[in-house]
């Protein structure tokens, strides 16, 4: 059974800062695995989408990367502002006949101006 | 291109009461997946649809059902609300098949006093 663990639960580090973003997966059957981001009280907002045969993907200053064979998946994000301050989420969609992604709990991030 | 959009954004709702929620699919999309998020948590799958048809279930109860429309918009209904039903309901939409990636609306506030 595929379990998504997000660590830590929360971070708070000061603008400017690089900083990563885990995420452990227990199965590496996975078609992708996806990264969000969760305003307070809002929906997900879809941030890179990584496939199962990709490496890592780029969007501006995040870039994420994955490795099935370590059960891993990192989000990097470049240079924060206060604007990245969100919950962060992963989602791994695993592969097979299961058509239900598998969630992390997330990973609460501040920016402290 | 609207996105995927849900109806109401904010409910309260009575213990024992029916509630239905609304969701149109992003444009092209055929496939919809319900989920349940509560505080502080990843979302917990309810279901998806494609083809009007329901073809995957979560562990979820009876009392809550669903159902999809010819034009791929879906509705979400719970029967007999329980104060632990109180949640952020989200609908995902994606392309028919498998390894395709899920967007998401902003989400229903579910609140059940």
């Known amino acids: 059974k595929q379990e998504v663990t997000q660590i830590p639960a929360a971070l708070s580090v000061p603008e400017g800062e690089n900083l990563v973003l885990n995420c452990s997966f227990t199965?590496?059957?996975?078609?992708?695995l996806q990264w969000f981001r969760q305003d307070p009280g809002k929906g997900l907002t879809s941030l890179l989408l990584?496939?199962?045969s990709q490496r890592e993907q780029t969007s501006g200053r995040l870039n994420a990367s994955l490795d099935k064979s370590s059960g891993r998946s990192t989000l990097y994000i470049a240079a924060s502002q206060p604007g990245d301050s969100a919950t962060y989420l992963c989602?791994?969609?695993?592969?097979?006949?299961?058509?239900?992604?598998?969630w992390g709990a997330g990973t609460k991030l501040i920016i402290k101006p | 291109d609207a996105g995927v959009t849900q109806s109401p954004t904010h409910l309260i709702k009575t213990r024992g009461q029916q509630v239905t929620l609304r969701c149109s699919p992003k444009?092209?999309?055929?496939?919809v997946s319900w989920y349940q998020q509560a505080l502080g948590q990843g979302p917990q799958f309810i279901f998806q649809?494609?083809?009007?048809?329901?073809?995957q279930r979560g562990n979820f109860p009876d009392r809550f059902s669903g159902h999809q429309f010819p034009n791929y918009s879906s509705e979400l209904n719970v029967n007999a609300l329980l104060l632990g039903d109180s949640a952020l309901y989200l609908c995902?939409?994606?392309?028919?098949?498998?390894?395709?990636?899920?967007?998401f609306g902003q989400g229903t506030r579910l609140t059940v006093v």
């Open positions: 989602a791994a969609d695993p592969a097979g006949s299961n058509y239900q992604l598998i």
């Open positions: 649809y494609y083809e009007e048809e329901e073809r």
């Open positions: 444009s092209g999309h055929d496939t």
């Open positions: 199965d590496s059957a996975i078609y992708n």
């Open positions: 990584i496939q199962s």
């Open positions: 995902a939409s994606s392309p028919g098949g498998m390894n395709t990636e899920a967007f």
